[in-house]
């Protein structure tokens, strides 16, 4: 992941914080209507948006995902994967893919130094593609963890300079929310699992529903799609 982060917190945000960018911008995917909005960091200034031609995701589904290697966002709507130039507002690939994953998509991440994009699930799994257009898929595998069958699989970040794998979960009955770590060698495998908490009592965090993770500064952000938060590691 490089420069470039897709997190936000904009009214109803689906999913997702991609790697970040110049000028560090935080991107994300809207839920009920797809745009791509950007923020300044460390501002939260809010700059343009680009018009998604994409389905509205369904509950905790959607994702985005920052790909240094053209300087693009992938973005889907739970079914699709789109590759986008938010900056030019047009598609970089002209015909979307769709997902192979049998439960919709909750999370993507870019991770450059492989040439991937991890694709993942709401259920947990996750499929390797390599990246550019017509992507090819690549292993799939399952999310082993103790959570219990309630929690989601809603939220994906990568840091390709340790090799880590950022993976979000929540229960949105209980309102807890998780994040386990895997080797990205390893995806499906964590070894670590952290609870999350809000930054105040008065302003409680919904389910996640996007990661992204900064590897200049150990910093993981983390959104509901109403507030964003950054955790150290």
Do not use: K
């Amino acid at each position: 992941m490089n420069l470039r982060s897709t997190l936000l917190a904009t009214a109803a945000l689906a999913a997702s914080l991609p790697a970040q960018s110049p000028g560090a911008r935080l991107l994300g995917l809207t839920q009920n209507t797809p745009l791509i909005p950007q923020h300044s960091v460390p501002s939260c200034n809010l700059g343009p948006q680009c018009p998604v031609p994409l389905s509205a995701p369904p509950f905790l589904a959607g994702a985005s995902a920052w790909d240094g290697t053209s300087q693009s966002l992938w973005v889907s709507d739970g079914f699709m994967l789109m590759n986008f130039q938010p900056d030019a507002c047009t598609p970089v690939c002209a015909t979307p893919t769709t997902s192979i994953l049998p439960v919709p998509t909750s999370g993507l991440t870019a991770v450059e130094s492989l040439n991937t994009l991890f694709e993942m699930d709401l259920a947990g799994n996750i499929v390797q593609w390599q990246l550019g257009c017509s992507p090819i898929p690549g292993p799939i595998c399952t999310i082993t963890s103790p959570l219990p069958p309630s929690f989601r699989f809603t939220a994906l970040a990568a840091d390709d300079v340790r090799g880590l794998l950022f993976i979000g979960a929540a229960d949105p009955a209980a309102a807890a929310n998780v994040i386990l770590v895997s080797n990205i060698t390893n995806p499906c495998n964590p070894f670590a699992i952290y609870n999350v908490t809000p930054c105040s009592p008065n302003q409680p965090l919904r389910p996640l529903t996007g990661l992204a993770a900064e590897s200049c500064s150990s910093s993981l952000y983390l959104t509901d799609g109403f507030t964003t938060q950054a955790l150290n590691y």
